[in-house]
């Protein structure tokens, strides 16, 4: 329990502090670590959120460092996880991770000037938000609203 406090303070702070990608690499390490101890197979629902929070700390390390090896080290993470979400119908924790594999997916696809990520993005993107609706998580339905809008903008650079 004191591991998984430790992780949401050092993403927390990682998050917000934008000097602090030291932190965001420390709360990759402990969520590694949390992961081993809540294996796939024992508790997958608790394991896919760890992959989450790996995922979406890397998306945030690669937009700082401007490091495209951390969104590529995100994206089978995240998929992943989006798979163990679904087998097991972890609903809204599916919109959860396809949030943030819309971010490592418009990221990765402008840098690569990618069109089929930045398709992919917008579909991940969408099926976030309706879920995000459809659960009436509002706090989270504008922040999705704009990952949304900015992979739309991406695909509409690339056609």
């Not at 402990?30 to 989450?52: C, K, T």
Request: glycine share 4%.
């Amino acid at each position: 329990m004191i591991q998984g406090e430790l992780a949401r303070l050092l993403s927390a702070v990682g998050e917000r502090e934008p000097a602090a990608t030291d932190v965001l690499v420390d709360a990759v390490a402990v969520n590694r670590a949390l992961s081993e101890l809540s294996p796939r197979d024992s508790d997958p629902d608790r394991w896919a959120s760890l992959q989450n929070e790996i995922g979406y700390s890397l998306t945030l390390i690669g937009r700082r460092a401007n490091d495209p090896a951390r969104f590529e080290e995100a994206l089978p993470i995240l998929r992943e996880a989006i798979s163990v979400q679904r087998q097991i119908k972890a609903v809204p924790a599916i919109a959860f991770t396809e949030d943030s594999l819309c971010d490592v997916l418009t990221d990765l696809g402008a840098i690569k000037k990618d069109k089929a990520m930045a398709e992919e993005a917008v579909a991940t993107c969408t099926s976030a938000l309706a879920i995000f609706r459809e659960h009436k998580i509002d706090g989270l339905i504008p922040i999705s609203e704009t990952n949304l809008a900015e992979a739309e903008q991406l695909l509409a650079t690339l056609k």
